[in-house]
């Protein structure tokens, strides 16, 4: 535990201006950012007599080394940067709302030539216009199956698009009138974007517009007798009706406005977000967070909105947002928001009328929430508690180990030798902390070999990193002999850790467990124990779980530890050795497939894999691109004509003398688009 005067800068050093602020840990981890108006009367705050700080905010002070400023010059600078700086370095003790599940959106790709309605979750892309959240898929599927009779804009993949232009027949949905069948020339793209853009408008709320000028179209089609023209029109009048009731109007003023309340104790708070747009509830989604730090409503509310808008623009954020509190710089909050849209954004807390009204329902979902996430922690918390006190207890540790790494070999009969280190902490898998191992110490199979040699590089990187930060002198001369081996590539070579500035992101390997987990028996425990007293590390327990017996192994003892199957103990053991094969066997096969899956284009010299891409795409097949002449071969971007020469040799110098037959069907084999036969 740190002593915060032991880092406090100097009296006059923090400037009286506008910034963020930066604690980092012993490891130069950033762990806290925050932002203020003054920097010097904010960062006093922290360095007063520990006794009158608050319990969360006298954990983060003990447990920082240093602090960091940058001075900025408005208040909104200042808020911009401290989300770009929470996003990147991920500090442990900020607010940080996590969800348990992706949201579904509907989609429309504006960004192709005919674009397409669809549903889509995760990551927001350029050049799609979104629609929600919305709490089910088939919610959106419902609403685009009763729009599409009016809007027919296509919904098919980009497969099935292509397949229908090469043969000339639509899909089914073109048949019966629910797309307006632009892979077969159907409509013009000009037609089809005015489709999709009709669409657009009527799913942001402008449904007025459509459902009169329907109704107008209906009337002047029944006054010239065009009776079935006019029955549907009616059909298309009820089908956008439909689609609107599934969503009932709670604003009479057709306001864009999203709702956010916010449900909280001591240890957790819920929020819940109400997207209204044209007066009605278009979305709805929640988060849940961990009072990590000192904060109050207002300080959530503010981590809310820099969540929610920090990756949005133009409509995507609203004209309103109506909070249960303002944030503690609410003028900062709203040009922030305002610069983000291109336009005025009115930041409130609803008083009066049908928005407080709204709010209640919204507060409502949000208490739900937090009941609901509090009753499925508790038993997810007493669980893992318990398994780890059992681990503790059997194999003899001081304290339960939270945090667990386990390490497995993987190879196919000695060929693609890999290994995998998964981390798990407070009993959950750490995936953003997997690594992956080529072994190059030597060839062939040897798996107490292979996890001596992982075990020691894996475990030589933590000793360099505390070098690096100081931590030790002077690293410990070690007991036994320690192998050079090298590094592979971007996964643990050293040169890659060394050139890595001190930003304050985790480093890859700078953290140790408490407790080391091998995939086998006696031989593979010995051999990792072997590793760390060749490394002067003794701090570090290590067991092994085999896979016959399910039974635990110490260094040094002859008999092993059983755990009775019921343990919960057992279970966390078994998840994580589990989840090491899983992932080093996922890595050995990705190897061998790309050991195995090669192209005739590989033997062309300075010939990269972009331009391997360009060839196959502009020519379809490497069958195709043998039978092109060295002009054609040109014509494709960035290939000159020496490069086509290379081409053309290589791949005359790689074609089969004849075709490959399966021996089993009969059937001849033709080349795929990779240029390979298997």
Known sequence: MADPSSYRPKPGQIPDSPGVYKFRDEHRRVIYVGKAKSLRQRLANYFQDLSGLHPRTRTMVTTAASVEWTVVATEVEALQLEYSWIKEFDPRFNVKYRDDKSYPYLAVTLNEEFPRVQVMRGAKKKGVRYFGPYGHAWAIRETVDLMLRVFP??????????????????CLLGYIGKCSAPCVGRVTPEEHRELADDFCDFMAGRTGTYIRRLEKDM?????????????????DVEALKRAMEKSAVVLADATDADLIAVAEDELEAALQIFHVRGGRVRGQRGWVTDKVENVDTSG???????QLYGEESGDAVPKEVLVPALPEDPAAVSQWLADRRGSQVSLRIPQRGDKKDLMVTVQRNAQQALGLHKTKRASDLTTRSRALEEIAEALGLDTAPLRIECFDISHLQGDDVVASMVVFEDGLARKGEYRRFQIKGFEGQDDVRSMHEVISRRFRRYLQEKERTGEWEETPAPTGPVPAVPGDGDRDAPAAEESREDDGRPKRFAYPPQLL???????????????????????????GLAKRLEEVWLPDDDDPVVLPRSSEGLYLLQRVRDEAHRFAITYQRAKRAKRIRSSPLDAVPGLGDTRKQALIKHFGSVKKLRQATIEEIC???GIGRRTAESVAVALAAAAPAAPAVNTATGEIMEEDDGGSTT
């Open 517 to 543: 987990v091998v995939d086998g028996g006696q031989p593979q425990v010995a051999a990792a124990k072997r590793a760390l007293d060749e490394l002067g590390i003794d701090d570090i327990a290590v067991c």
């Open 635 to 637: 014509e494709v971007p």
């Open 153 to 170: 804009v296509r919904t098919c993949s980009a497969g099935v698009f292509k397949n229908a232009a090469r043969t000339g027949r639509p």
């Open 300 to 306: 959530l509310v503010e981590h809310a909105l820099q």
């Open 219 to 235: 009337m002047a089609a029944a006054e010239e007798m065009e009776y079935e023209r006019a029955a549907r029109l009616r059909d």
